[in-house]
């Protein structure tokens, strides 16, 4: 359908060029017909495209705003996990302290250090998940702002073909200009916001799959405050046992 659309508009063009240089003379009072028939065609052209830009625009609005919020989600919960294990860890040196006092022993250089960076540990290391996660949110600020770059660069190469037009000067050479560049409009008209559309849908996919590495972010801190957190537990443990007589 397009293609017949971009022949018909070009046999049209070329019709008025014989009909404006059907005399050996030629007839410049034309030209400019052909010239608005042209620019015409352009201001569809960049309707088509600024309301592409519009869209990508939203699409990439949509898409950094959902990773945000699933990025907060992910956060909240993997600092649940963390102080849930932390509990736990204080249990267990609580279970170590009881088991000193029954024995009447003191294990104060047992805990010197050891409760305190266990209290700690949640803070540390989501504080840690945070700076990654914001890393991964920043590359998905990035990718929409290249997109968005390539899609203003669109944009600016559609407002240059009014300058052309002008460039195409006067007389059978500005017809034959004209014409060239009326076919490309056309065929502008329906490959420049398809261009965009494929651009923009693909750089949301990518945003979208940050949600991997955000979930990365979350369960290797998690990971690590815990096998820290288990650390200091066992030495506690093992300081424990060693005053306590057998």
């Given at each position: ?9 070009g046999?049209?063009?070329f ?12 007839n ?20 088509a495209v600024?309301?592409a830009?519009?869209?990508a625009?939203?699409?990439l609005?949509?898409a950094?705003?959902?990773?945000q ?13 963390m102080?849930t ?6 249990n ?20 010197t250090?050891n409760?305190d960076?266990?209290?700690n540990?949640p803070?540390v290391?989501?504080q ?9 949110i920043?590359?998905?600020v ?6 968005l ?6 944009v ?14 006067h007389?059978?050479k ?11 409009i056309?065929?502008d ?6 261009k ?11 945003i979208a ?8 972010c ?19 443990t ?5 005053k306590?007589p057998?």
């Amino acid at each position: 359908m397009v293609g017949k659309a971009v022949l018909v508009f070009g046999v049209a063009i070329f019709a008025v060029f014989a009909q404006v240089y059907s005399f050996e003379t030629g007839n410049n009072d034309d030209v400019p017909i052909v010239r608005n028939d042209a620019e015409k065609i352009l201001k569809k052209l960049k309707a088509a495209v600024d309301k592409a830009m519009e869209q990508a625009q939203k699409a990439l609005d949509d898409a950094e705003k959902k990773i945000q919020e699933k990025a907060a989600a992910i956060e909240s919960s993997a600092e649940a996990d963390m102080q849930t294990n932390e509990k736990t860890q204080e249990n267990a040196v609580a279970q170590q302290k009881q088991k000193a006092t029954d024995a009447d022993v003191s294990i104060d250089d047992c805990l010197t250090g050891n409760e305190d960076k266990l209290v700690n540990l949640p803070a540390v290391y989501t504080q840690e998940m945070v700076t990654c996660t914001n890393a991964k949110i920043s590359d998905g600020v990035s990718y929409a702002q290249d997109a968005l770059n390539k899609v203003q660069n669109i944009v600016n190469e559609v407002e240059n073909i009014k300058q052309e037009i002008k460039d195409c000067g006067h007389g059978l050479k500005a017809v034959k200009c004209i014409a060239k560049l009326a076919v490309k409009i056309e065929k502008d008209i329906t490959s420049l916001p398809t261009k965009i559309e494929t651009d923009i849908a693909a750089t949301v996919v990518m945003i979208a799959q940050l949600e991997q590495k955000v979930n990365s972010c979350a369960s290797d801190n998690v990971s690590k405050s815990k096998s820290e957190g288990d650390a200091v537990v066992a030495a506690v443990t093992t300081c424990v046992a060693g005053k306590i007589p057998a």
